[in-house]
């Protein structure tokens, strides 16, 4: 996904449209041709309006506007383990909307369609990377800013290519990054990622989220009524609701996530301005469909940039779902790096030059992503105890949020984008 919009927005830019680009993917697209009259995919992603924004201006956003994707007007986030509560409105902070949840296989149905309409794009798959020769850091002090030395490819069948600057968005286990000597730092969340499609009992328009002892169960609304499971739980857990059927899996589903006592207003706290908690849908199983399981992790490359070399996306970054960010956050390194690309042609400047790489897109990005990873995190390590100090604060301070307007609506901005 995050190649594919960095490509659509090298290519619809008049700036960087005089580049030449060849996206290489080990597998072809899924294409979907009529979304609306299948069950949603599994996979889906939470888009923000930021993300919406660069969407729109790469001309993808059409093919994945409702009815495709489903608009989500409030969020809940409630504790399994306290009685505090957050709910936020978009109508808060004067939108019509908090984002949209948008299948995977359509954002990259719609970010292909894009592509083969622009003319300084090549697509080639199925094409595996093999190999992958840089120039030096010293090469590149020595010869001075952008070395005349190409970056070589080579792709699974023996062909080679050579490029001004190589794009690493190969996913997590990014091949690039390994190729190109980038240490990442990581940890395992000892988790997985169950996720499943259900229906729900009223029209669902909010992201729903609880975070049981286990870890967080979202609830989030995808298109045609129907809606899409993350749940992070423990391997154990996780093993056993991956084997369930559908139908166990929604009574599970239900008993997480209604389950216990409904949070109630801190009579400490009479904050008239905080919104009433409401009670999640109850969930029915689609029989069509069987939930799957992720691994859970956190990881970030010490450095997302070499001469010629830039990794973006999960190559670069990867974070717990719990705020749906992950791929926010590589449509903001696609932003970021197609403007220091579009800077380098208007100034004449190599676009693999490492000077500009790291001063125009390896900075800012590592200070916002890094922002985001410490804060999911954080939020992750705070939502693990049930009992004791941190779980009475825990429940004050959603209270807290949840009854100061100004508080709430700068939290809400920033994860909006
Ligand atoms: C359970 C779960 C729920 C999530 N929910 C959300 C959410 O709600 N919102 C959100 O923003 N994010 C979410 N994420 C994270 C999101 O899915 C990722 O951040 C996103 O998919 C990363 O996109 P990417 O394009 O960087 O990498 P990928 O989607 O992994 O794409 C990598 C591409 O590189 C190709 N490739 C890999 N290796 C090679 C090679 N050697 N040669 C050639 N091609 C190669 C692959 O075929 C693929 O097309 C979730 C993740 C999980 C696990």
């Known amino acids: 996904m995050v190649g594919s919009a960095l490509a659509c927005a090298l290519g619809s830019n008049s700036a960087t449209s005089s580049l030449r680009v060849l996206v290489l993917d080990?597998?072809?697209?899924?294409?979907?041709?009529?979304?609306?009259s299948n069950v949603p995919d599994l996979r889906v992603s939470t888009v923000t309006p930021a993300s919406v924004q660069l969407l729109q201006s790469v001309g993808a956003w059409e093919h994945i506007a409702p009815p495709r994707s489903a608009a989500f007007q409030h969020m809940q986030v409630w504790d399994e383990g306290g009685n505090g509560y957050v709910r936020y409105s978009a109508a808060q902070v004067g939108r019509d909307n908090m984002g949209y949840v948008a299948e995977n296989r359509v954002l990259q149905t719609a970010l292909m369609r894009r592509l083969k309409d622009l003319k300084n794009i090549t697509l080639l798959w199925p094409a595996s990377l093999e190999a992958l020769t840089l120039p030096s850091y010293a090469l590149e002090a020595h010869e001075g800013p952008g070395t005349n030395s190409l970056a070589e490819l080579r792709l699974a069948h023996g062909q080679t290519c050579k490029a001004r600057l190589v794009v690493g968005a190969d996913g997590a286990r990014s091949r690039t990054r390994q190729l190109a000597d980038l240490r990442t730092f990581s940890w395992s969340y000892h988790q997985r990622g169950i996720v499943a499609t259900v229906r729900t009992q009223q029209p669902n328009d909010?992201?729903?989220?609880?975070?049981?002892?286990?870890?967080?169960?979202?609830?989030?609304?995808?298109?045609?009524?129907?809606?899409?499971?993350?749940?992070?739980?423990?391997?154990?857990?996780?093993?056993?609701?991956?084997?369930?059927?559908?139908?166990?899996?929604?009574?599970?589903?239900n008993e997480a996530l209604r389950g216990g006592f409904p949070p109630a207003r801190n009579p400490l706290l009479p904050m008239r301005s905080a919104e009433e908690f409401a009670a999640p849908p109850a969930v029915f199983a689609v029989e069509e469909t069987q939930q799957r399981s992720f691994p859970l992790a956190c990881a970030g490359a010490g450095r997302y940039v070499r001469p010629r070399l830039a990794l973006v996306g999960d190559a670069a970054h990867v974070v717990h779902p719990l705020?749906?960010?992950?791929?926010?956050?590589?449509?903001?390194?696609?932003?970021?790096?197609?403007?220091?690309?579009?800077?380098?042609?208007?100034?004449g400047r190599d676009v693999g030059e490492l000077g500009l790489l790291e001063d125009m897109y390896e900075q800012p990005?590592?200070?916002?992503?890094?922002?985001?990873?410490?804060?999911?995190?954080?939020?992750?390590?705070?939502?693990?105890?049930?009992?004791?100090?941190?779980?009475?604060?825990?429940?004050?301070?959603?209270?807290?949020?949840?009854?100061?307007?100004?508080?709430?609506?700068?939290?809400?901005?920033?994860?909006?984008?």
């Open 323 to 347: 705020a749906g960010q992950g791929v926010n956050l590589g449509f903001g390194d696609v932003r970021t790096l197609a403007d220091a690309l579009t800077h380098a042609v208007e100034t």
């Open 206 to 253: 909010t992201a729903w989220q609880r975070f049981l002892h286990t870890g967080p169960l979202a609830l989030l609304p995808v298109r045609d009524g129907y809606s899409n499971i993350v749940w992070s739980t423990s391997l154990q857990q996780a093993s056993a609701l991956e084997k369930a059927s559908p139908h166990e899996f929604a009574l599970a589903v």
């Open 26 to 36: 080990r597998e072809g697209p899924t294409e979907v041709t009529s979304p609306s």
């Open 365 to 417: 990005r590592q200070r916002e992503n890094g922002i985001m990873m410490v804060a999911l995190d954080s939020l992750k390590r705070v939502f693990a105890p049930q009992s004791g100090v941190l779980a009475s604060f825990r429940g004050l301070g959603l209270d807290i949020i949840n009854g100061t307007p100004a508080l709430k609506s700068s939290i809400m901005k920033y994860a909006m984008g």
